[in-house]
């Protein structure tokens, strides 16, 4: 398996652009994770889903932000519009449980100008 | 008290010597825990998995105190390419019926200097 796949790696956007973030978790993972790492705050659960369908949001900053899982094999983060204090590096997991060891992405690296 | 609390270092440790890491969690309902590595501009890495009763990896080992709620992290013989920042990480549990998910520490910074 290639696992998690994310993309783009790197993203650079204006400031009130959409950004669009993508996954592919690993095939026969239930749970799939979004995070965000930024230094002040270290890794944020922002939202996961099981079996497609979102458990728990609590941790997404604000309306700008959704998230949906169409189907088992992608998901999809999206910040519209975008501000500079959204950049920070997010990272997609997946994994069998909830309570297990989570697969990381390589993440997408987010810089909003 | 935060949900995972570690030691943000830096800990600067010599080549071949011993370092330990803690990490206290403040959740009594979790039942998982991992130590993760992260190396820099990398995504983490599941370095290994905390078990009651202790667990040893090579070089590794990792232990759990549930009555004081803490995991430690201990390296020995340390080489160079041990330098990152591990991660510890617990599960929050389903405590009052909330959702689960893994919670991260916010990392401790390790380097190993020749």
């Known amino acids: 398996d290639a696992g998690v796949i994310q993309s783009p790696r790197h993203e650079v956007t204006e400031m009130g652009q959409e950004v669009t973030l993508r996954c592919k978790p690993i095939s026969g993972h239930d749970y799939l994770f979004w995070y965000r790492q930024t230094m002040m705050r270290g890794l944020e659960l922002l939202i996961y889903?099981?079996?497609?369908?979102?458990?728990?949001d609590s941790g997404m900053p604000e309306d700008r932000f959704s998230a949906k899982m169409p189907n088992a094999s992608f998901s999809t983060l999206k910040i519209q519009p975008s501000e500079p204090r959204d950049s920070a590096v997010y990272f997609c997991?997946?994994?069998?449980?909830?309570?297990?060891?989570?697969?990381f992405g390589q993440g997408t690296r987010l810089t909003v100008v | 008290r935060k949900e995972v609390e570690q030691d943000p270092g830096p800990f600067n440790v010599p080549e071949g010597a011993t370092v330990a890491f803690n990490c206290t969690y403040s959740n009594s309902a979790s039942q998982s825990f991992f130590w993760y590595r992260q190396d820099c501009r990398k995504e983490p890495k599941l370095l290994m998995s905390v078990y009651s009763s202790g667990n040893e990896d090579g070089r590794f080992t990792a232990q759990l105190n549930r009555a004081s709620q803490y995991i430690s992290l201990l390296i020995r013989d340390s080489k160079l390419s041990d330098s990152a920042t591990y991660l510890c990480?617990?599960?929050?549990?389903?405590?009052?019926?909330?959702?689960?998910?893994?919670?991260f520490g916010k990392g401790t910074h390790l380097i190993i200097q020749p």
């Open positions: 997991a997946s994994s069998l449980r909830s309570e297990a060891e989570a697969f």
């Open positions: 889903f099981n079996n497609n369908v979102p458990i728990d």
């Open positions: 990480v617990v599960n929050k549990g389903y405590s009052g019926g909330g959702a689960d998910g893994l919670t």
